[in-house]
T-cell receptor
Framework: KQEVTQIPAALSVPEGENLVLNCSFT??????LQWFRQDPGKGLTSLLL?????REQTSGRLNASLDKSSGRSTLYIAASQPGDSATYLC?????????FGKGTMLLVSP | EAQVTQNPRYLITVTGKKLTVTCSQN?????MSWYRQDPGLGLRQIYY???????DKGDVPEGYKVSRKEKRNFPLILESPSPNQTSLYFC?????????????FGPGTRLTVT
């Protein structure tokens, strides 16, 4: 059964820093990997989708990488802003399900 | 606008009173799924459907029912809700053309069972 781990569980940084969130998974037989953002008590906002054949995807200040063989993905956030404060979820896509990590809670202070 | 809608958004009910949470998508997606989110446990899949009349259990199906009579709708039914079903519920959909694609999530339904 797929297991997804996100490290760190929480992260606090000053505004302007570049940061990396980590996601690891146990079964490399995946179709894709999605990164989501979730504000407290709110829904999921999809940030980036990486297909299993891809190595990385970029959207604005966000860059996600995927190394299927080692079971790892990273989400890089450049020049962090207070508005980036949220919980970031990594979800690994099998054929019939997404398996989620428990998330990294990010706080960016002004 | 492409979207997944859920209703109601908030619901407070009592133990044993049957309820249905509706989910609808306008993207002609084959795949639909229900997840619940609980503090410390993350998001877990309840049921999923690969197409009309095709449903299957996820990781935590006990106490829930689903049906997929139309492609756009995937209601979640709690026949006899209990307090341990208090949770935040999300519906999602995805195209399966050429393999699984990005999953789109609804806004969530916060359910409280007293």
């Amino acid at each position: 059964k797929q297991e997804v781990t996100q490290i760190p569980a929480a992260l606090s940084v000053p505004e302007g820093e570049n940061l990396v969130l980590n996601c690891s998974f146990t079964d490399s037989a995946i179709y894709n990997l999605q990164w989501f953002r979730q504000d407290p008590g709110k829904g999921l906002t999809s940030l980036l989708l990486i297909q299993s054949s891809q190595r990385e995807q970029t959207s604005g200040r966000l860059n996600a990488s995927l190394d299927k063989s080692s079971g790892r993905s990273t989400l890089y956030i450049a020049a962090s802003q207070p508005g980036d404060s949220a919980t970031y979820l990594c979800a690994v896509g099998g054929y019939s399900t997404l398996t989620f990590g428990k998330g990294t809670m990010l706080l960016v202070s002004p | 606008e492409a979207q997944v809608t859920q209703n109601p958004r908030y619901l407070i009910t009592v133990t044993g009173k049957k309820l249905t949470v509706t989910c609808s998508q306008n993207m002609n997606h084959e795949y639909m799924s229900w997840y619940r989110q609980d503090p410390g446990l993350g998001l877990r899949q309840i049921y999923y459907s690969m197409n009309v009349e095709v449903t299957d259990k996820g990781d935590v199906p006990e106490g829930y029912k689903v049906s997929r009579k139309e492609k756009r709708n995937f209601p979640l039914i709690l026949e006899s809700p209990s307090p341990n079903q208090t949770s935040l519920y999300f519906c999602a959909s995805s195209s399966l053309a050429g393999g699984p694609h990005e999953q789109y999530f609804g806004p969530g339904t916060r359910l409280t069972v007293t």
